[in-house]
């Protein structure tokens, strides 16, 4: 992962697709249909709040766990606040000891789905979040060492980073770039670039909003 661009592991994480034939229609489907790792963000956002309980039920329930990574999408891209609390429950229940492929992928969409819903709602206790599990001092020490790979707690940090750059989000510029500019990143030439490509990303969703983006961003 050491030269992906932040573009990239936002396309890994899956809110690009280009060719998709979803369309409108039961929530439980649309979420189950797509493929794993696969999102539209149109489609998506044409969703109201009115399935925002019908998606939390489904990421309680254990037998919908191939289809969580891509129901936290869903939340984050509808922005309902009602989302944060649940959200950040389902973040911190999973044991990274425990965890299969579907509840890691899960865990580390559902930080990047926060970024979304600041994104929408401007919520401050997702943007807290965000930040807290980006600068708490067990996580800055040796950051983003070898591109963000090395642990689980990484992997938190760099689905932090993209979520603080897709929220759009001010204060989230202001706290990616204190940590790109911090001591502890003065020899760390990749993760000043990775962190100046989300500023970049954050700047680009300011000014033309998250559609827009993803829409110029498809391949």
């Not at 050491?2 to 979803?22: C, Q």
């Not at 990484?154 to 989000?169: D, I, P, T, W």
Request: hydrophobic share 40%; glycine share 6%; proline share 4%.
């Amino acid at each position: 992962m050491r030269n992906l661009t932040l573009k990239i592991l936002v396309a890994v994480a899956a809110l690009i697709w280009a060719g998709s034939g979803a369309s409108q229609g039961p929530i439980k489907e649309f979420v189950r249909q797509v493929p794993i790792d696969s999102l539209p963000y149109a489609e998506a956002s044409e969703y109201d709040a009115s399935v925002v309980p019908t998606l939390l039920k489904m990421l309680k329930d254990p037998r919908e766990q191939d289809y969580w990574s891509n129901i936290v999408a869903t939340l984050g891209i509808i922005g309902d606040e009602r989302a944060v609390e649940p959200m950040i429950a389902f973040i911190e229940r999973l044991d990274e000891g425990t965890l299969n492929r579907s509840q890691r992928r899960a865990k580390t969409s559902a930080m990047m789905a926060l970024g979304y819903l600041v994104n929408k709602s401007g919520n401050r206790r997702a943007l807290d979040y965000l930040i807290t599990n980006l600068t708490l001092p067990v996580r800055t020490e040796g950051f983003l060492a070898e591109q963000f790979g090395a642990t689980a707690e990484r992997e938190l940090n760099k689905y932090a980073v993209m979520g603080l750059a897709v929220s759009g989000n001010r204060k989230a510029a202001e706290t990616l770039e204190s940590i790109r500019n911090s001591p502890e990143l003065s020899d760390d030439r990749a993760a000043q670039e990775m962190i100046s490509e989300a500023l970049a990303t954050n700047k680009k969703i300011a000014d033309k909003g998250l559609a827009e983006y993803y829409r110029t961003s498809q391949p």
